[in-house]
Antibody, heavy 116, light 107 residues
Framework: QVQLVESGGGVVQPGRSLRLSCTAS????????MHWVRQAPGQGLEWVAV????????VYAASVKGRFTISRDNSKNTLYLQMDSLTTEDTAVYYC?????????WGQGTLVTVSS | DIQMTQSPSTLSASVGDRVTITCRAS??????LAWYQQKSGKAPKLLIF???NLQSGVPLRFSGSGSGTEFTLTISSLQPDDFATYYC?????????FGQGTKVEIK
């Protein structure tokens, strides 16, 4: 069965960096584009970024463009989100998600807290 | 960017009630709309895609309708397991955006 497991969250100071990982299993990872979605505490869902199946195309939300980088290693079945110049506004649970058409499988999420 | 607006933000209902949630898009998205259910502390779960197509395994009491800019999610007979927050999301073009959510509470 499809499994997505995020890791790498934690507490980080404003202005610092953090890299999230999402390890996939149960499907042919290299055949699917992958997404990151986040949810600030007590707030709604915000789409963050998408990467094509081969990593050649990437699209970002305006709120993270230029600071976050989505990437993947198909040999390791792993999706990444490099987050630089973090601000308190980036505090959220970060989910990776796999689409068939839309987001039909989600990981459990990893919490990122940006605080001094 | 396409903005998605849900109403109401909170809905109080009883078991057995028929419940309807509305989602409006700031421009036409054809039928490129999904609905998700999220319970506290859990990841969202896909309920409906392409406005009216039920995801495999989702109970038949859930249904979706609409096209263009106005959409609805209906729960025909609310069950105890249905108390949760519901989100609409368009996927017409990037950036994908979600509605702000509708919390369905016990009356």
């Amino acid at each position: 069965q499809v499994q997505l497991v995020e890791s790498g969250g934690g507490v980080v100071q404003p202005g610092r960096s953090l890299r999230l990982s999402c390890t996939a299993s149960g499907f042919i990872f290299s055949a699917y584009g992958m997404h990151w979605v986040r949810q600030a505490p007590g707030q709604g869902l915000e789409w963050v970024a998408v990467i094509s199946h081969d990593g050649s195309n990437k699209v970002y939300a305006a709120s993270v463009k230029g600071r976050f980088t989505i990437s993947r290693d198909n040999s390791k079945n792993t999706l990444y989100l490099q987050m630089d110049s973090l601000t308190t506004e980036d505090t959220a649970v970060y989910y990776c998600a796999k689409p068939t058409i839309v987001l039909d499988f989600w990981g459990q999420g990893t919490l990122v807290t940006v605080s001094s | 960017d396409i903005q998605m607006t849900q109403s109401p933000s909170t809905l109080s209902a009883s078991v057995g009630d028929r419940v309807t949630i509305t989602c409006r898009a700031s421009q036409s998205i054809s039928s490129w709309l999904a609905w998700y259910q999220q319970k506290s502390g859990k990841a969202p779960k896909l309920l409906i895609f392409k406005a009216s197509n039920l995801q495999s395994g989702v109970p038949l009491r859930f249904s979706g309708s609409g096209s263009g800019t106005e959409f609805t999610l209906t729960i025909s007979s609310l069950q105890p397991d249905d108390f949760a927050t519901y989100y609409c999301q368009h996927y017409k073009s990037y950036p994908w955006t979600f509605g702000q959510g509708t919390k369905v509470e016990i009356k």
